[in-house]
């Protein structure tokens, strides 16, 4: 299965914006899809998880409440909406699935969000 990221660009702080993960292939209903990022200086954070088939969530503390991540089994795609953005949110934003959550096997290329103060 291949990952191909987008959706990122230049926002203002407080700004809303989506990410969308498009994949090449079916993902198995017991794998995860995450969003990872890594900001400029920092070390890759994981952001968001679900489960595909049984659509739980994960949010570490820093994004609880302001990321969202779906996804759309016909469609093969996951998808990150990002409300409330804040300048340390700016990071290249990469899509990734594996067989548990932060066991990612499979990477996209990375999209690079910008917020803007």
């Known amino acids: 299965v291949q990952l191909q990221a987008s959706g990122g660009g230049l926002v203002q702080t407080g700004d809303s914006l989506k990410l969308s993960c498009a994949a090449s292939?079916?993902?198995?209903?017991?794998?995860?899809v995450g969003w990872v990022r890594q900001g400029p200086g920092k070390e890759r954070e994981l952001v968001a998880n679900i489960r595909w088939g049984a659509g739980t969530t994960y949010y570490p503390d820093s994004v609880k409440g302001r990321f969202t991540i779906s996804r759309d089994k016909g469609k093969k795609s996951v998808f990150l909406q990002m409300d409330s953005l804040k300048p340390e949110d700016t990071a290249v934003y990469y899509c990734a699935a594996g067989t548990s959550l932060g066991e990612y096997s499979r990477w996209g290329q990375g999209t690079l969000v910008t917020v803007s103060s």
């Open positions: 292939g079916p993902f198995l209903s017991s794998w995860s």
